[in-house]
């Protein structure tokens, strides 16, 4: 098992800086991929970015390349998403998940963390 928590999250004004954490715990070492996800009131959970553990290589969705940057500290089990430029589009409840394999997509990420909200105001 592997339990994530994250935190981080609040509201900012347009233009400005978060950076979000999510903690690792339990058999950290069974999933070789960290991600985070998010998903607006009605939509869909959409990709954000991952990176992979330990080579630490990333993929960015095309919303968010240029604005936001995801990291890990391996040494403390910590991811983090670090946001800049924030806009109104990017509020959202914020995931972060843990999985065997990259992709942009939900389905093979088998551990989630409970979200962190994040909201952008105009």
């Known amino acids: 098992q592997v339990q994530l928590v994250e935190s981080g999250g609040g509201l900012v004004q347009a233009g400005g800086s978060l950076r979000l954490s999510c903690a690792a715990s339990?058999?950290?070492?069974?999933?070789?991929?960290m991600a985070w996800f998010r998903q607006a009131p009605g939509k869909e959970r959409d990709f954000v970015a991952s990176?992979?553990?330990?080579?630490?290589?990333?993929r960015y969705a095309d919303s968010v390349k240029g604005r936001f940057t995801i990291s890990s500290d391996n040494t403390k089990n910590t991811m983090y998403l670090q946001m800049n430029s924030l806009k109104p589009e990017d509020t959202a409840v914020y995931y972060c998940?843990?999985?065997?394999?990259?992709?942009?997509?939900?389905?093979?990420?088998?551990?989630w963390g409970q979200g962190t909200q994040v909201t952008v105001s105009s």
């Open positions: 339990g058999r950290t070492f069974s999933r070789s991929v």
């Open positions: 990176i992979t553990v330990p080579f630490s290589i990333t």
């Open positions: 998940a843990a999985g065997p394999t990259t992709s942009a997509v939900t389905a093979p990420y088998d551990y």
